[in-house]
C-alpha cells in the first residue's frame, strides 16, 4: 500500500509540473504616450495590455509586463531579459525581420503609420535625405534614408511639428488623432508609411508556445474579443483629424 501511495504521488506531482503554466515577461508601454494602444490607467490601461492578457489567458500562459521605454524594450528583449513584445514586421528593414533570434505570432491587429505635416502642405514624395521626427526607440523600415530626430514620444512629436522644430513626423494614426484633440493642434496625415499586422515577437527559444499562441489569437479573433477590446477604445477617439485625412 506504501508503494503504490508513492507511485501515485510522485504520478501526481509529475502532472501537476507538466501543466503548470509557462511564465513570460514582455513589455508593451512603448513612448508611454501611444494611447490608445497603451494608456497607464489602471481601470482602461490599453488595447495592447488588454489583448495580450486576453492572449495568454486563452493560451494557458502567464505574463509580466514590465513597463520599458522602447529603447530599453529592445535591449531587454536582445538580451532575453523579456520574452517578448509586440510589434508589426512592417516597421522593420528586410535584415531585422530575418533575425533568427525571434519568431512572430500570428497576425493580431492592423496598425497604420503616416507620415504627418502641418496643413496645406504639398505631398510628401520621398522622405530620402530630409530630417524626420521620430520616436525614440521605435525601428522605421527606411530610416537609413533620412536623418532622424528623435523625440520622446508620438505627444512630442505633435508638439515639435506644431512649434516648427520639424516639418515632417511619421506617427501612428490613432496616437496621432488622440494627441491632436487633446492638444488642440492640427495637422495632415499626408502619406501613408506603412500599414501592416501587429504580432508579438517572441525569443525563438518559445517556439514551443507559439502554436497554443496561435490558437489562443485565432480563438479571440472568432469570438469578437480582440475587435471589441479594440473598439472600446477606437470609439473614443474623434473619427478625423482636424487636419483632415
Known sequence: MKQVLIVWLLAF???AKA???PYLKYSLSGSGSFYPYFTHNEDAPGILPEMVEAILVKANIKGENLLLPAKRTNFYLEKQQIDFDIISPDWLNEQQKQDDRFIYSDPILPIKEYVVTRQSQPPVLTLS????GTVRGYYYHDDQIFERVDFASEKELLQALNLRRIEHIIIGDLPALYWSEQLGITFSFNQLHSEGMLQLRLLAK????LKRINQAITQLK???EIEKIEQQYISQLPIHAKGGR
Not at 129 to 132: K, L, T
Not at 206 to 209: S, Y
Open 129 to 132: 535625405g530630409i530630417e524626420v
Open 13 to 15: 506531482a509529475g502532472f
Open 222 to 224: 472568432h469570438s469578437g
Open 19 to 21: 501543466e503548470k503554466a
Open 206 to 209: 518559445h517556439q514551443g508556445l
